[in-house]
């Protein structure tokens, strides 16, 4: 379901945030041996709940109302913990919420936990976690790609032979972009071995 109906259906009673929420944490559990997600917040219940009360008790609610995310482990969340993949820093508990995670929760969002990474955001192949690498959900022997509704990353990407950094909502954003930017084929990621092109990660074959 796009993010888009997502909200729609909330707002309009169809469904709750809880359920939606729930449907989320199922397809985790279900794809647990992908590692690509490192913890699940427990406080993603209560985010869920206080945007169901603020629907059943007729108040305005956020443009991502319900909306579960995921945010990468270098993103930091308060009273969360953001270990950035590695061993380092894995007991760290952030201080203060980064800007991100303060517009999402303005908007009513729902974060629902941390995903995995390569350790310090060094490389693109997610196999340097201290996790463990990030497996592809459609073939395990591939390069990872997302699998669930929407989750935020801080990523290099090299356009025109230039690097640019880049909030990504990544997971359905590779197929909605080749469907209305077809010239984004020619994009490629930049990692410390060869370039990646957007094309052949799509289709799950961009091995490393």
Request: glycine share 4%; proline share 2%; net charge positive.
């Amino acid at each position: 379901m796009k993010v888009i109906e997502i909200v729609k259906k909330i707002k309009a009673k169809e469904i709750s945030a809880q359920e939606v929420l729930d449907f989320y944490l199922k397809k985790i559990e279900e794809k647990n041996s992908l590692n690509a997600v490192i913890e699940v917040f427990s406080s993603a219940k209560q985010l869920a709940k206080e945007v169901d009360d603020k629907i059943k008790e007729g108040k305005p609610v956020g443009k991502l109302a319900g909306v579960p995310i995921l945010i990468k482990d270098n993103i930091l969340y308060k009273d969360h913990k953001a270990s950035c993949g590695s061993k380092f820093l894995k007991d760290y508990i952030a201080q203060y919420s980064s800007t991100v995670v303060k517009k999402l929760l303005k908007e009513d969002a729902v974060i629902i936990g941390r995903a995995n990474m390569d350790e310090f955001a060094m490389g693109s192949t997610n196999k340097t976690s201290f996790y463990g690498p990030c497996k592809n959900a459609v073939n395990e022997n591939y390069v990872a790609v997302d699998i669930y509704s929407k989750a935020v990353r801080h990523e290099k990407i090299r356009i025109n032979d230039k690097q640019y950094d880049a909030v990504w909502l990544l997971a359905k954003y590779l197929q909605m972009a080749l469907e209305q930017f077809p010239e984004m084929q020619h994009i490629t990621f930049s990692v410390p071995y060869k370039d990646i092109d957007i094309s052949k990660l799509l289709k799950g074959i961009g091995q490393f």
